[in-house]
């Protein structure tokens, strides 16, 4: 699909200077016209099959980001499935302790999500700058950013919940 040029024209001077930096380093793609708010370094053209090349690569990443999103998710919920269940069930007081580790991996599953979906956001970018300079739309992308914080919340949630169920299960005494 081909964007107007209107259209293409906003999206290139939406584009960070960092994006246009980075663009400029490769040589070759037809970049026409060029914005006003366009760096003067930036160059008409720049290399268009190592901006192919880049890509790809990071349409690949994504899907592979997508599949190790989805095994984390599994993971954890099975884990934190099965402690619960086994200290929920085994009468003996001190078993709330098993509901820690959970509870761990809760918070450092949140802190690695959050922090990849800062990243992945200036992804996005990048990919639609690429498929702008090869005159396309870029492939919907913002899955992988919305499940990622989707899971971000949902371990916080799950931690406090682990938190409320020590608290309920197993009163302090």
Same mark, same amino acid.
């Given at each position: /699909?081909? /964007? %107007? ?7 290139? &001077?939406? /584009?960070?200077? #960092? ?12 970049? #026409? ?26 349409? #690949? ?7 190790? =999103? ?16 086994? %200290?929920?069930? *085994?009468?003996?007081?001190? =078993?709330?302790?098993?509901? =820690?580790?959970?509870?761990?991996? %809760?918070?450092?599953? *949140? ?14 970018? &990048? ?13 919907? =992308? ?32």
């Amino acid at each position: /699909m081909k /964007m %107007s040029k209107e259209k293409a024209q906003r999206k290139v &001077e939406e /584009m960070s200077e #960092d994006l246009l930096k980075k663009i400029h380093k490769q040589q070759t793609v037809f970049v #026409d016209p060029l914005p006003r708010s366009a760096p003067e370094y930036l160059e008409r053209t720049i290399d268009k099959d190592l901006l192919w090349k880049e890509y790809e690569l990071h349409i #690949d990443l994504y899907k592979h980001y997508m599949r190790i =999103v989805a095994t984390f998710n599994v993971f954890f919920y099975g884990v934190t499935g099965a402690v619960i269940s086994y %200290s929920l069930n *085994a009468g003996n007081p001190q =078993v709330r302790w098993a509901l =820690v580790f959970p509870m761990v991996m %809760s918070v450092f599953f *949140a802190v690695v999500f959050f922090n990849s979906w800062r990243t992945f956001k200036d992804v996005e970018k &990048e990919i639609e700058c690429i498929a702008y300079a090869f005159g396309f739309q870029r492939p919907e =992308v913002s899955t992988l950013t919305q499940i990622l914080l989707s899971s971000v919340l949902m371990y916080c949630v799950t931690f406090v919940g682990l938190a409320i169920a020590i608290w309920l299960a197993h009163p302090w005494r």
